[in-house]
């Protein structure tokens, strides 16, 4: 019986080299994009027995990309950028924040209207699926051409952030908010990650509506005049 090693962030059968850590590989079988967990140590590996020829079809090795060299991850925990996986693939928004021309898979919460969703490396019909299953199937979705991404009702905040942090190592989230706007006890007494004053959301029920986050990294940015403050993080 053969015993492989699969990563555990994508399922996909891996090579672990001579260093422990484990090559660069697509999270898609053929694939063109870097899993997280490329180069990283074997603690994101578990080993599954293959007894038979049927069972060993139900994992499939990824193509190896090591024409893409090691995955160095900045100081801050932003991922760099790896190659589109679409030769398609649509550009980030431009008002999105970058790190050496590099983007996160991506959540924002504007002062006014719909959520906007941003994946990074696919074509626009892939993203609209995408999106679609970060969602209950009765939620709709939309393509936004002032925000250049795909909006969603601002109720599914959560559910959308937590479904992105179980598919990438970390996200982007990034709200709208307007530094005037003192903290009050009605801010304050608040539960939901909704709002848009200085705070950003942070003293809503104490905070616990980000439970079982883990936050690299914040910083602001303006935005055609608007304040934004954004947080790097994935799951504790």
């Not at 969602?135 to 992105?164: D, I, K, P």
Request: proline content about 7%; overall charge positive.
């Amino acid at each position: 019986m053969a015993v492989l090693p699969v990563c555990q962030d994508c399922c996909q059968i891996v090579t672990v080299n001579k260093n422990g850590k484990i090559e660069t590989h697509s999270p898609e079988p053929y694939g063109e994009r870097a899993c997280n967990a490329s180069g990283l140590l074997t603690g994101r590996v578990r080993d599954i027995v293959v007894s038979s020829a049927l069972r060993a079809h139900a994992v499939r090795r990824s193509r190896p990309t090591t024409s893409w060299g090691p995955v160095r991850v900045h100081k801050s925990g932003l991922l760099p950028r790896m190659p589109d996986a679409a030769p398609d693939a649509m550009p980030a928004p431009k008002w999105l924040p970058h790190l050496k021309g590099g983007t996160l898979a991506s959540v924002t919460l504007p002062a006014a209207g719909w959520l906007g969703v941003w994946l990074p490396g696919y074509a626009k019909p892939t993203q609209a699926y995408r999106v679609e299953a970060l969602t209950q199937r009765n939620v709709t979705s939309a393509w936004s051409a002032r925000m250049e991404c795909w909006t969603v009702n601002n109720q599914h905040f959560l559910s959308v952030a937590n479904a992105l942090m179980r598919r990438h190592e970390k996200i982007l989230v990034g709200r709208e908010y307007n530094p005037r706007e003192k903290c009050t006890s009605s801010c304050k007494a608040a539960r939901g990650p909704l709002c848009t004053c200085s705070c950003h959301a942070k003293h809503h029920g104490g905070g616990r509506w980000m439970a079982g986050w883990c936050v690299a990294e914040e910083f602001g940015t303006v935005v055609d005049g608007s304040r934004w403050h954004w947080m790097i993080t994935g799951k504790a």
